[in-house]
């Protein structure tokens, strides 16, 4: 039991219900008054407890920090939402919230009480406290005592639970353009609804760490809002779905930790009530440019692909999900797959045809197919693949060059900007990457692991660098050998010349580092090396000791490698 605000209750032979609800119910949003704004749950349960005094209210707690599930003593009370999520309290340490206004007023127009104002100080070189001057306050008041020159406003964690005088809304803030309403109390989207339809202007709407009901059809419009935010709502697909017709112009949408690990597309029956349709398209959201779905445990790419008829969709953030591989379907494919005897999809349009910005850090996914599938996507140029295996090179991963060679009209990976000379080397050190590790493989096998590289090795002009015909023995062994010139800039190993030697595709970089200590009399420990290409500012660290210079891709041109010390080691 938790008894917030009092002392332990004591136990009675039986549960006395004692007391009234004191205007809770169950449903009903609430705050926590002794743990701060940012405890906030839902009442499950108002009433007695088997062998405590009085009337409890069992609340499930969002950030999932309570004490139980909702079952007591091997009593069932309520069904919470987690293992640990829930706690019994008196109703006295729980708030209803307040108004719109009230909120509005309490955060703009509140003075600093005279015990925040104590608490304003900093301590001398003598330990006395010295007030802090607040630069500029009375003119900040001043300023946000006229709200009505407001553009943005924040009420995140302010208890709002209910509209109140909707009348007076507009004419307190009739230039208001963003509102923040994050961790707030409001129940369903009807009562959203009352406040946003006396706010013309408003264009920014973050919802985040809400549970607000999305139960009806039939709900208000809002006529100029750009972009909502609903992170960590609960929210499920078919309740965005009803919400298509109240945002007529969403350009963002963004759905963060709802745990969407399916999408359920909303049709119409006969009588047009929406019905569940899983096999359709997401229709609708005509206008919408970025939707965000990063942290859902999203598994299938079939999901995805409902998604694939959002004609203006522009950015898809999908961080931080389960998918293990990307598939693009060609339209007869998707057809195939998607309709299920449902109306088809407008056939005017290719799959995901603006999508330009696609983000899938960390995920699961670790084929090449899914690699090269990006290619086929008509119009992307900004992948987003870290903490995926596939790009981690320290877990059997590629290396950058290797990414940006194999896809072929990225101009943005991982958030940093591929520029045409990094292109270009990347291309040629793959090329070269290529010809070394499949020496002797058939021309077929090349391009079905490699699809772009007999592509790239002409667009190069790269010359074969296979062993001359006719050669064996020592000759074709020197044939096959690497130049690489080893130049130590380590300070305790003092000025020494670059060494260049011959060494074969296959030595590891651990390898190299045995070499170097007999070279540079620095141990394997304490070394680290780095690729430096020509023309490019900054070497490339070389952090993993298995690679080998093969995939390294060093091709038969010198391979120049720097070897610094590490400090403290």
Partial sequence: MDAVAEDPPSKTADGITEGSHQGFEVGQRVQSIDKGPNKIGTIKYIGPVEGYQGIWAGVDWDDGDGRHNGTVNGVLYFDADGEKSASFVRLHSLSKGVTFLEALFRRYRGNTTKEEQDEMYVLSASQKRVAIEHVGVNKMQEKLMHLENLFHVSLEYAGVSEPGPVHEIHGILPKLEELDLRGNLLPDWQAVGLICEELPALQFLDLSYSRIRISSDSLPIFYNLRTLVLNNCGITWKQVERLKKSLPVLEELHLVGNRLRTIEPLGEDASGSSVSSPGMFVQGFDSLKLLSLEGNGIESWEEIAKLSQLTRLEQLHLSNNMLKNIIYLQPQKLDHCLSNGHEPRNAQHKPFENLRCLLLGGNKIEDWASIDALNLFPSLRDVRLSDNPISNPTKGGALRYILIARLSKITMLNGSEVKQRERKDSE???????????????????????????????????????????????????AGLLSITLTCVGASAGEKAPITKKLPATTTVGKLKLLCQGFFKLTPMKQRLFLQEQDSPIPTPLNDDMETLGDLGIGASVGNILVDEVENC
């Fill in 428 to 478: 040629i050190r793959y090329v070269r990457f290529v010809m070394t590790t499949m020496q002797g493989k058939s021309q077929e096998e090349i391009a079905r692991k490699h699809p772009r590289f007999a592509e790239l090795k002409s667009q190069h002009d790269i010359p074969d660098e296979s062993w001359p015909v006719g050669v064996t023995g020592p000759q074709k062994m020197a």
